[in-house]
C-alpha cells in the first residue's frame, strides 16, 4: 500500500501486485513461514514484507500462527493461509460423473463429494446440479467465503470460444457455452479447463520442488487420452488452448471411426473403453479370470489388475503398450 499521500504511479501500483502474489504464493508453497524467511525467499527487503504481511492480515487472506522456531534459535511469529475463511471449488467431470471438491486457499482439500450421471442427461441439467453442489456446500460452510470455481472437462476445450470441440461417448456437449450457462447466478469467477491440463497444472503447484515438473508433459488416460504440458514452470495452452490434444491423432489410417472425424484414433486404442473392450474379447475364450462380461466397472477392473487377474493384466498390458506407443510417436 502507497504510505505516503501522493497516489502510487502504475509501475509503482504494479510491482506492489507482483509483491503480493509472490508473497502469498511463497506461503502456498511454504505453509507456515517467518516474515524473516518471507524475506529471504522473495529478496524483499523486512519492510516490505511487514507492510505486505500487515496488508494480507487486514483482508483476511493471511493469519499469524503463534511462535514458531526460527534462524540462530530465535523463536518468531509465523503467518500463514487463512483456509478457515477463504476457499474455492473444484469441479472434475468425467462421462459418469462429477466432483465437487472443496479446497482452501493453501491448496488443503477438505471435502470432495461424488455425483453420478446418467447416460442421458443433458449438460444444461448437469450444470444446474454442478450449481446445486456448490450452492450447498457454500450454506454448509457459512464462516468461508468462496472465492472461485474451477471446471475441468474432458475433451478439448476452446477458452476464447467458450466450447467443448467435442468429447467421445457423450452426447450434446459439443458447442455447448459451458462458461456462460455455468457462471449464470454462480457469483464467483469461474474457470473452465481441459482435465489433463488441469492435472499437469497441479502436478505443477503441488510438486514445486521437483525439477523435472517444470518442463513435462502430463498424460492422463481414463475414458478419454489427453495431456497437459508444462513447460519453463509454465502451463502450455497453445494458439487456441489445445495444445496436446494427442488422444485424437491416428495411429491407423483405417482404425474405427472416431467421434472427431478421424479414423484410429489413439484414444480408440487406449481408453477405458478400449480396455473393457479388450476384456470381453478374452473373456469370450478364457476362464481364468475373476471379472465377469455383466461387471466391468473401473473398480472391478483396479482390483482386478492389481491382484494380477490373467484377462485383466493381459488387457492392461496392451491397452499400457499401444499408449507408450502412441506417446512416443507423438
Ligand atoms: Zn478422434
Redesign the pocket.
Known sequence: MNQSNKPASINQERSQWINRALILNLLRQEGICSRATLSRLSGLKQATITNIAGELIQCGLVVETGLIAGAKGRRSIGVTLNDARYKVVGIRMTRDQFYVSLVGISGKMYEIRPYRIEAEETPQSILSRIRAAIGQLDQEYPKSELLAACLAMPGPYREDLDRLLFV?ERTGWQNFPIHAVLSEGLEMPLYVLNDAKASAFAQLWFRWQEPAVQNMAYVLAGQGVGCGMVAGGKLVLGQRGIAGEF??S?IKFDGPL?????RG?L??YCSLSALRAEILRLLRTRRNSCLKDDDLSNASIAHAVQNGDPVAVQAYEKVCELLAAGVSAW
Open positions: 467421445t488422444g485424437h491416428s472416431c467421434e472427431c472425424g478421424n484414433c484414444e480408440k
